[in-house]
């Protein structure tokens, strides 16, 4: 529906009762906010720590903590809900006004729940459940009930708040925790870069010109400055894993169907017969912290409510105690690696070797990635009525700039149609046997390959995530894990001259950008992934 | 390819190989085999009984064990492999000259292999596997290695036999299984009367002028001559269910995905984008036979050979305790049950009433099952290439009589399409939360409903299999249990003067046919609903 409001206006007024929700004393003085904007090169994750907002309590609970270690100290009672919420609700205000990460502010609601909490363990003597008093940010699709769910498009700014939850929050919520924040996305969700007309673009703590990534971006650059100590995205290309990455946490996108996906807003048509589905995976600061959300989350039965979820319980697994048979996945010649992220593969495998594990090459034995990202967008592109144009258009918005890097050029004159889409499930399913097979002939435990062939980039550069949508089309879980940074200084040895990066390689730019490895388990084996993950932090030590 | 032979000389050819592979003292005598024809009320159950051909002891081992029976005396070496195949070899071969219900014979092959199992018993000291020594028969599509997969079209006959086996193949051979015969499908196997120009009309045993059902109908025919004491089909809308319904045997549809499908000869177009997929179940003699196949497929980690697979191992889970609770669903208006069904299914929930546990009907809860079933022909229907007619076409060979009967007016003039398909996702969505909430809200541990509005009826009249299809749409596992028989006698007070029967009841015509009822599991529960089965079989007691 038009508004007679433009857009501008529609939008600037959704932003500015959003901004209102941010007590006074919270806000940031205007010599630091000076610097914030998105060709800064500012490196913001200390300011929380110095602009003398948080209490040095708050600063130990939102930093020196992983989610498991607060669940610990709450459920001990050591930690009031309360004053956990409000630290992470203070240090997320303060990653709003840096990087633009929230959508939906709930502090409010959010404090009166913890308090809620604190008094429920009080009376009963113990918590409410796993995730007692545990802040959760969700990115903006979720449904919270009585709260807006925009996706960052202007029409959606008039639609009423939530009348439901999401199943997920549902279970959240019966679980314990306190949802304090949603979180920015991109406009249609189908670019890497987090920025919509609605609540603009979310920019990375670790360098404010680069991209926080997307879909789930709000979330990554609110985990990175602490706002918050779990966060949950949704991926269908890589979009609770490219955040991570470019910010520097942890993401980990399970096997379709195993988180309830229901009751969300979707940017899209529903009933796509994509063969390629999009899931529900937890954003954090360590492997066990993606554990506990899986965990707990399985173990609330969550099929009794979704008919779309997989009825299969959350199994019990021994942590792995032989060396690992690890895959390798290094590049695809259409996307070579830039210098930093070459060293980090090739750091991590060597650390990974030292440490007893076999690293399996697996170069030359799969379809070209690139080629197999093509087939994927496809799949995405299968809406002859093309919904999230006319969500654009119902609101008078203009496209965001990065939605024009995200395309391939070979898909240009694209019309999806009933008989290629056979063809395509024929395509795909060609390539989950070429996967299958090499990880059943090598005895694999999982794949380690990169997350994208940089780190974090320029805004609106990133291009197409092909290294993440190779586990959607095939299914398979996969993780983001942060390790180590950009460095000119020891990236000079990986530069190659005789190939050409996409997007460039400049080093000046990226300079202390995280970076990362995916690293890929088998489909429906998401328990046996987290022994894994544990394993390569422990190798990797990697921090967040 | 066209061939130069017309269609029926092609058929002719291959139908009389087959024939040789019935030794001679094998053969029944004319007099019996004049009355072997499709319009002959004749019942041939006995006939393997009391012709002579089959010792005291072939009669013994086809006629008293079920499945688990024979595999506890074969593993103790009380029963030779070589016996208990030469016993089904032989009964199978009488089947096929009553019924018609054999596509390949490897009687040969197969008691070769028992041979080698004797052996290993004697050398090893212990069976191959869980499955040591049983001979299991295919549906006709399931590759062998070396035998043909022509599924009924005669222009399949000039394809090679098999160069690979079937997934399951694989895993039943690994397991100790002797795989003696493959059994006839219809025509496109999309409907209920198993003929088709190759190998021509399936006949039920029960009664010769009735359909043996379909597509699975060689197997229905086959088991309930006792010629196999377990069988193997797919199911995408009842063909694992509607052949042992009108034959009086069991028969197991899982949740999709959980045996492996692969490398099998479709009868139509890979990589449908159809949202309802089809799967392979077993058929028997008993609960605990359709559980011994799950179980002993789903040990084998049979994600290991198929991509396809879901990778949810076989759950141990305790015998139901409690009384159950079932939901009823009686009938749908469009297709009101016949008078001997009515009865099945009054008695059959009086009986479990009885036996203490709740009945919790569902009527005027749920949409139309008939409309149910015209979304699932929609998904059916998707191919535009309409493949199955081009095989036809190749083959040079006509419709069989029933296709005519298997489609729905309402969809004379449709054609899929892309954008419908999304329509239809949504539609499906819509109806799977139903009955998702009917079970959740109703702590329903099955549901209880038809097989079928009738009994097995004469040829070419059995038209839709609306009450069938249901599960598949809701991707649920169901089972068909055999519980009662036709009697015009008892049936009379059943029969409804205010209501028309279609197709029309004829209490003559299907004296003595089997009835049944359905009972429908949870999804991805397929290992609760085994444990459902066997209380209800307690109750019921059917006899195979």
């Known amino acids: 529906m038009a508004s007679d409001k433009n857009w501008q206006a529609i939008a600037a007024s ?13 806000r940031l003085p205007q010599d630091i906010l000076k610097d914030v904007h998105n060709s800064s090169d500012k490196n913001v994750l200390d300011i929380p720590r110095t602009c003398g907002i948080l209490t040095d309590q708050e600063i130990d609970i939102t930093e020196k903590h992983d989610a498991t270690a607060l669940l610990e100290k709450l459920a001990a009672g050591e930690l009031k809900a309360y004053d956990v919420t409000l630290a992470f609700c203070k240090r997320a205000a303060l990653a709003q006004q840096l990087t633009s990460c929230l959508t939906e502010i709930m502090f409010e609601e959010a404090l009166a729940r913890a308090k809620s909490l604190d008094e429920h363990l009080e009376e009963k003597g113990k918590p409410m459940g796993p995730l007692h008093g545990l802040p959760i940010s969700l990115k903006d699709s979720f449904n919270v009930k009585g709260v807006q769910a925009t996706v960052g498009y202007v029409s959606f700014v008039s639609h009423p708040p939530a009348s439901q939850n999401s199943a997920l929050v549902d279970i959240l919520l019966s679980q314990g925790a306190v949802l304090h924040c949603k979180t920015n996305l991109p406009q249609t969700m189908m670019t890497a870069d987090s920025e919509n007309n609605v609540f603009g673009r979310t920019l990375n703590p670790n360098r404010l010109s680069l991209t926080a990534g997307g879909s789930t971006g709000g979330e990554g650059a609110l985990l990175k400055m602490r706002g918050s100590p779990l966060g949950v995205g949704t991926d269908i290309a890589g979009s609770v894993r490219i955040p991570p990455h470019c910010n520097g946490v942890w993401g980990f996108k399970p096997t379709v169907g195993r988180i309830p996906f229901s009751g969300k807003t979707p940017p899209g048509r529903m009933g796509s017969p994509s063969s390629i589905l999009p899931c529900i995976g937890p954003m954090g600061h360590s492997a066990r912290d993606l554990e506990l959300f899986m965990k707990t989350v399985l173990d609330c039965d969550p099929w009794q409510l979704d008919e779309g979820c997989l009825a299969v319980p959350w199994r019990r697994v021994e942590p792995v105690s032989k060396p690992l048979r690890l895959g390798l996945i290094l590049e695809d010649p259409k996307r070579p690696l830039h210098p930093s992220i070459m060293r980090a593969m090739r750091t991590a495998t060597d650390a990974l070797r030292d440490a007893g594990h076999a690293i399996i090459p697996l170069e030359g ?7 197999t990202a093509i087939l994927a967008w496809k799949f995405f592109l299968l809406d002859p009525a093309k919904t999230p144009l006319k969500y ?6 203009p496209f965001v700039a990065s939605l024009a890097t995200s395309r391939f050029p070979e898909l240009d004159n694209y019309e999806p149609n009933l008989n290629d889409l056979f063809d395509m499930n024929v395509e795909r399913r060609k390539i989950m046997k070429v996967y299958h097979d090499l990880v059943v ?49 020891l990236d000079k040895d990986f530069v190659r001259s005789d190939i050409e990066y996409l997007p460039p390689y400049d080093a000046d730019a990226v300079e202390g950008a995280p970076c990362g490895i995916q690293v890929v388990g088998k489909p429906m084996r998401d328990e046996v992934l987290m022994k894994v993950l544990k394993v390569i932090e422990d190798v990797l030590k990697p921090t967040t």
């Open 14 to 26: 959704k932003r500015e009762s959003n901004a209102a929700k941010i007590p006074e004393a919270w």
């Open 441 to 489: 002939q090598n005895q694999l435990d999982a794949i380690v390959m990169p997350m994208y062939q940089a780190t974090a980039v320029p805004h609106d550069t990133y291009g197409l995530p092909i290294y993440t949508v190779l586990p959607n089309v095939i299914d398979y879980p996969a993780a983001a894990i942060p390790f180590l940074k950009a460095s000119k200084d």
């Open 365 to 371: 034995q799969y379809p070209s990635i690139y080629e």
């Open 392 to 397: 654009m258009k119902e609101g008078n918005e």
